[in-house]
């Protein structure tokens, strides 16, 4: 059977929503007696600017917009909604959004929007939700196991272990970004030093490299810039080392890359591909790939309704 679900991806500037049309999960067991079931549908994506004001306010907005996107496309099982951050799952609170107003702490984002939707609410950190619909729907469906990737602002991601995001205690699991791949490296946002974050970030490759976005980065690196060039190196290189780890210890059958710095394309997949396999020398090359994300800028929100979807059983 067939039930609709809406996603709500929360973001510092914009929020995106979906609404997806799928069966019953995938994982559980016995579900699906006359074989797997059709793949998820994305019926409708819609985008809006999350804008300013205290939380109440900002999340009605999106409630509304939500409400407009059920009315339109629903009715919906349940809503799920991505945050850029952490947040307590058994009280549906913030904890910490590193993009928004501190105002935003404490503030319960699940029963405010269960309320006005009229419909169970999960949340989930924004990059596994990314994870989740790249991993369902996007540039790794039908893998089992799955590593993901965000390179934007910050660098986030997730992983899919045998079919199963893994979670964690309050959605915590995950943070490949702060794996500290050098030693008294450069210090990160997380209080750490030498994270991954703290080299494949945007904003790090951009200072290396002299130029104002990250795609400028590369582009200069390809003119023949030194400079440029120079930054690509370091950042691939600790990339690589970071993905090396991820495949040597979990032999993902996919690696997916995505946000902006990943928008450079086979500038950097190509030499990502090649320091990857020098890194992880114990993991056979032909045993995974790794590729860029297919879902686009709305593969937050369709992964928050397949959450929602995941969490409330079908
Ligand atoms: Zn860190």
């Not at 985008?47 to 919906?76: K, S, Y």
């Amino acid at each position: 059977m067939t039930t609709r679900y809406l996603g709500i991806d929360v973001g510092g500037t914009n929020s995106k929503l979906a609404v997806l049309a799928a069966g019953p999960p995938p994982d559980r067991p016995g579900d699906h007696p006359g074989g797997p079931p059709d793949p998820p549908r994305l019926l409708a994506t819609a985008t809006i600017p999350t804008g300013g004001g205290d939380p109440v306010e900002v999340v009605e907005r999106l409630a509304a917009a939500g409400a407009r996107m059920v009315a339109a496309h629903g009715p919906v099982a349940a809503a799920g909604a991505g945050v850029p951050g952490l947040f307590d799952e058994t009280s549906g609170q913030v904890v910490f959004l590193p993009n928004l107003p501190a105002a935003w702490t404490g503030h319960r984002v699940r029963d405010q929007l269960a309320g006005r939707l009229g419909v169970p609410v999960a949340l989930l950190n924004d990059a596994r939700a990314f994870t989740l619909a790249e991993s369902r729907m996007g540039a790794a469906a039908g893998c089992s196991t799955v590593v993901c990737l965000t390179l934007g602002t910050g660098v986030g991601g997730g992983v899919v272990v045998d079919g199963r995001l893994r979670m964690g205690p309050h959605g915590r699991a995950g943070e490949l970004g702060h794996q500290v791949i050098q030693l008294d490296g450069p210090p990160c946002g997380c209080g750490n030093r030498g994270c991954v974050e703290a080299f494949a970030a945007g904003a790090a490759l951009c200072r290396l490299g002299g130029q104002p976005s990250p795609e400028a980065v590369f582009a200069a690196a390809a003119a023949g810039d030194e400079r440029a060039a120079a930054a690509v190196r370091v950042t691939v290189g600790r990339l690589a080392v970071g993905i090396a780890n991820l495949v040597t210890v979990l032999w993902p059958e996919r690696v997916v890359v995505g946000g902006g710095v990943a928008a450079a394309g086979e500038r950097l997949f190509g030499p990502l591909r090649a320091a990857v396999a020098a890194a992880a020398p114990l993991v056979d090359p032909a045993a995974y790939q790794i590729v860029p994300a297919a879902l686009g800028p709305a593969a937050g929100a369709i992964g928050a309704a397949l959450w929602a979807r995941e969490r409330t059983g079908g």
